[in-house]
C-alpha cells in the first residue's frame, strides 16, 4: 500500500462539519501536515501537528492524531462553499525535510 | 511577487516541441522541487535542489531536465514529450537543513498546466 493513506471523495451539506480522515505508515514521522488545493491553484499548507502533540485547533479547524494507529484526522466546523477544494495530508520523517504526501480528498460542500 | 511563481500557466505543446518551464522563489528559501499531479494519482515528487544538491526520482523520465542556477530559480526543461506527460506541473520551495520546526513546510506555486498534443 502507500505510505499515506486518504479517501478520494467527502460530500457534506453547508453548516454541517467534514472530517477527512489519513492514514500514514512510519511511525517516525515528526510532522504531519494538512494542505489545501483549490482549483487552478497550488497546494496551501492549513495546518499542520507535531508527533508529540495529540490535538490541535485553529479557528474552524481541528486536527487529531492517534499515533498509536497511524490516524490523522482534519475536522472542518460550520463548513462553507468556499471550503470546496483538495485536502492532502502529507506526512515528514525525522531526518528528513522532504514530504510524503497523500492523493488528496476532494470535498464538495453543497447548500 | 511574493511566494513562489510559476510562468506559463498553461502550456499546449506537440511531441517533438521542447520548452521550459520557469519556477521563481521570493521568500529567501534553500529548497526548490518539481511535482507532477496528474488526476487520481500521489503527487509525485520529481526532483528537489537543496544546498546545491540535486535529488531525483529515479522513475523521472530523461525527457525532463531541470536546472537550478541560484537558490530561486528552478527551470523544467521539456523535450519530445509524451501525452501522458500531460499533467499539472507544480514547483514548491522550502527552508531545508536541519530540522528546525514546521517551518519546514512547502510553499507551492500556482503550477503549470501541461497539455501534450
Known amino acids: 500500500g502507500e505510505d499515506v493513506e486518504q479517501s478520494l471523495f467527502l460530500s457534506v451539506r453547508e453548516g454541517d462539519s467534514s472530517v477527512i480522515n489519513c492514514t500514514y505508515t512510519?511511525?517516525?514521522?515528526?510532522?504531519l501536515y494538512w494542505y489545501k488545493q483549490e482549483p487552478g491553484a497550488g497546494l496551501q499548507l492549513l495546518t499542520y501537528i507535531f508527533s508529540n502533540m495529540d490535538m490541535k485547533q485553529d479557528q474552524r479547524l481541528t486536527v487529531l492524531l492517534n499515533k498509536k494507529d497511524k490516524h490523522l484526522s482534519l475536522r472542518i466546523a460550520d463548513t462553507q462553499t468556499g471550503d470546496s477544494a483538495i485536502y492532502f495530508c502529507a506526512e515528514r520523517k525525522g531526518g528528513s525535510y522532504i514530504p510524503t504526501f497523500g492523493r488528496g480528498t476532494s470535498l464538495i460542500v453543497h447548500p | 511577487e511574493t511566494g513562489v511563481t510559476q510562468t506559463p500557466r498553461h502550456l499546449v505543446m506537440g511531441m517533438t516541441n521542447k520548452k521550459s518551464l520557469k519556477c521563481e522563489q521570493h521568500?529567501?528559501?534553500?529548497?526548490m522541487y518539481w511535482y507532477k499531479q496528474s488526476a487520481k494519482k500521489p503527487l509525485e515528487l520529481m526532483f528537489v535542489y537543496s544546498l546545491e544538491e540535486r535529488v531525483e526520482n529515479n522513475s523521472v523520465p530523461s525527457r525532463f531536465s531541470p536546472e537550478c542556477p541560484n537558490s530561486s530559480h528552478l527551470f523544467l526543461h521539456l523535450h519530445t514529450l509524451q501525452p501522458e506527460d500531460s499533467a499539472l506541473y507544480l514547483c514548491?520551495?522550502?527552508?531545508?537543513?536541519?530540522?528546525?520546526?514546521?517551518?519546514?513546510?512547502?510553499?507551492f506555486g500556482p503550477g503549470t498546466r501541461l497539455t501534450v498534443l
Open positions: 512510519d511511525s517516525s514521522s515528526t510532522y
Open positions: 521568500l529567501g528559501h534553500n529548497a
Open positions: 514548491a520551495s522550502s527552508q531545508a537543513g536541519p530540522v528546525q520546526g514546521a517551518g519546514d513546510e512547502q510553499f
